[in-house]
């Protein structure tokens, strides 16, 4: 049974950036997409962006444009969201999740990752 | 990206149907069939129930069902039971290669 595995909960400062993790237990990447969802607290789910089963190629929300990356390191079976120039806005749980190539639904979830942002 | 418009809530009684609404544009619901709902119970992670408008993953009950007809996806929920109290989401890829979600709609058991 395949579990995505996410790094702890975080408190960072306005300004700073943010990286977290998300490890596959049980399977790999291979062959899987990776999405990124956000959500605010008290509000509803927010889609940031996915990185593609190549592992080159990424796609993400025009609101995030030139904050977010997103990576992966197949040999360990982890990928990873960076994001940068946090404000309190970004103060959120932040999951991954993982799509089988062609169905367009995220079947298995990341437990989340609380992200706090504050000075 | 604009969100997918949902109702912010929709109730019934134990037994009852209740049905959940997610419209978009020909951007995204209208122009593709990945379509997929999410139930999120409190401080959970979500859950797909449906993906590509009417599939359901191994393990969803069939009471869970799903539609789409030109800019509206829907959600269909038979049997109402207490346990399907919770969040619900759709989400759609879109024209820009992207995906968005609802609004969201809180689902009461009365």
């Known amino acids: 049974q395949v579990q995505l595995v996410q790094s702890g909960a975080e408190v960072k400062k306005p300004g700073a950036s943010l990286k977290v993790s998300c490890r596959a237990s049980?399977?790999?990447?291979?062959?899987?997409?990776i999405h990124w969802v956000r959500q605010a607290p008290g509000q509803g789910l927010e889609w940031m962006g996915w990185?593609?089963?190549?592992?080159?190629?990424?796609k993400h929300a025009q609101r995030f444009q030139g904050r977010v990356t997103m990576t992966r390191d197949t040999s360990i079976s982890t990928a990873y969201m960076e994001l940068s120039r946090l404000t309190s806005d970004d103060t959120a749980v932040y999951y991954c999740?993982?799509?089988?190539?062609?169905?367009?639904?995220?079947?298995?979830w990341g437990q989340g990752t609380t992200v706090t942002v504050s000075s | 990206q604009s969100a997918l418009t949902q109702p912010a809530s929709v109730s019934g009684s134990p037994g009852q149907s209740i049905t959940i609404s997610c419209t978009g544009s020909?951007?995204?619901?209208?122009?593709?069939?990945?379509v997929s709902w999410y139930q999120q119970h409190p401080g959970k992670a979500p859950k797909l129930l449906i993906y590509?408008?009417?599939n359901r993953p191994s393990g969803v009950p069939d009471r869970f069902s799903g539609s789409k007809s030109g800019h509206t996806a829907s959600l269909t929920i038979s049997g109402l039971q207490a346990e399907d109290e919770a969040d619900y989401y759709c989400?759609?890829?879109?024209?820009?290669?992207?995906?968005?979600f609802g609004t969201g709609t809180k689902v009461t058991v009365l």
């Open positions: 590509g408008v009417t």
């Open positions: 999740a993982r799509e089988t190539i062609g169905t367009g639904g995220m079947d298995v």
């Open positions: 049980g399977d790999t990447f291979t062959g899987y997409y």
């Open positions: 990185s593609s089963p190549n592992s080159v190629d990424t």
């Open positions: 020909s951007s995204d619901v209208g122009g593709y069939n990945y």
């Open positions: 989400s759609s890829y879109t024209s820009s290669s992207t995906y968005v």
